[in-house]
């Protein structure tokens, strides 16, 4: 009996401990960028689709899918790369936007909010991407040229960057002009656009993304604050339980088995902890 019971012992002892040592997880595939983009970068050809803004949830990644890995850069030049913010053991919220997108400048209170309250468990950043309602230059979401009604309220009249330091530019005319500004860390999607033709293509849509790679959240449109909270405060619950949002944690029980030592366990929700 005594050695049963000292084999399950230390079976809880690395569940317990799991959260701890977690490896880079294996994504599937990356879609770049390989190296910071020079500012004189011509973007490539925008791809317009059709939609009509219908609701983008049927486009990009859906919830259960393996995210591909990439790398986006900051205003500041600093790579942020998807893999190693997943290997920290936080989840990963991606929402993006851009400044003339009026629906985007409309959420970035609530933006702010997420990012108060969850940034030191979460990992949140915002995708600035194509231009929603550019000035002159085709809506890449109507196939036309739309210039939004809010735009000519704000007198933001902008036309799509031909150049990545143009993007830049423009992230830059976002902080200096938008207010309440926005606190969340912002990439910036690539010359060629990955992040968009795989993500989307939508003006502001928002994935919350596990810890292993997978989709649990995706929404067409970013969907408030107190709606994308509840799911994070359910991730993180699970989380701080030791339990796996998707998956199995496998066999962790070393062979042969360390001999000495007593273990103690701890867990605020004993009565939905399951262990085998």
């Known amino acids: 009996m005594r050695t049963t019971s000292y084999v399950l012992l230390l079976h809880v002892l690395f569940i317990v401990r799991a959260p701890v040592?977690?490896?880079?997880?294996?994504?599937?595939?990356?879609?770049?960028l390989d190296a910071m983009p020079d500012d004189s970068e011509q973007m490539c050809i925008v791809q317009t689709h059709n939609y009509g803004f219908r609701d983008f949830d049927?486009?990009?990644?859906?919830?259960?899918w393996l995210v591909p890995d990439f790398t986006l850069y900051t205003l500041d030049s600093t790579p942020v790369n998807a893999a190693k913010l997943l290997a920290t053991g936080k989840p990963l919220l991606l929402i993006d936007g851009s400044y003339t997108c009026n629906i985007f400048r409309?959420?970035?209170?609530?933006?702010?909010?997420?990012?108060?309250?969850?940034?030191?468990?979460?990992?949140?950043?915002?995708?600035?991407?194509?231009e929603a309602?550019?000035?002159?230059?085709?809506?890449?979401?109507?196939?036309?040229?739309?210039?939004?009604?809010?735009?000519w309220q704000d007198h933001i009249f902008y036309r799509q960057p031909k150049t990545y330091g143009a993007r830049k530019a423009m992230v830059?005319?976002?902080f200096a002009r938008m207010q309440p500004s926005l606190k969340a860390p912002v990439i910036l999607d690539g010359p060629c656009d990955p992040w968009w033709r795989t993500f989307g293509?939508?003006?502001n849509n928002s994935y919350l993304i596990?810890?292993?790679?997978?989709?649990?959240?995706h929404d067409g449109w970013f969907p408030g604050d107190s709606v994308m909270g509840v799911t994070i405060d359910s991730v993180l619950e699970r989380a701080s339980v030791g339990g796996a949002v998707s998956g199995s944690i496998g066999k962790l029980c070393p062979n042969p088995v360390?001999?000495?030592?007593?273990?103690?366990?701890?867990?605020?929700?004993?009565?939905?902890?399951r262990l085998t």
């Open 58 to 64: 049927q486009t990009g990644i859906a919830a259960g």
């Open 21 to 32: 040592l977690r490896a880079q997880p294996q994504l599937v595939g990356s879609i770049g």
């Open 258 to 273: 360390p001999a000495g030592g007593r273990i103690h366990m701890q867990t605020s929700s004993p009565a939905s902890t």
């Open 106 to 130: 409309n959420i970035i209170p609530q933006i702010n909010n997420l990012y108060q309250r969850y940034s030191k468990d979460v990992s949140i950043y915002v995708v600035y991407v194509l």
């Open 172 to 174: 830059d005319t976002m």
């Open 133 to 151: 309602h550019p000035i002159i230059d085709t809506c890449p979401y109507v196939d036309s040229v739309w210039v939004e009604s809010q735009n």
């Open 201 to 203: 293509p939508a003006p």
């Open 210 to 217: 596990g810890a292993n790679g997978y989709v649990i959240r």
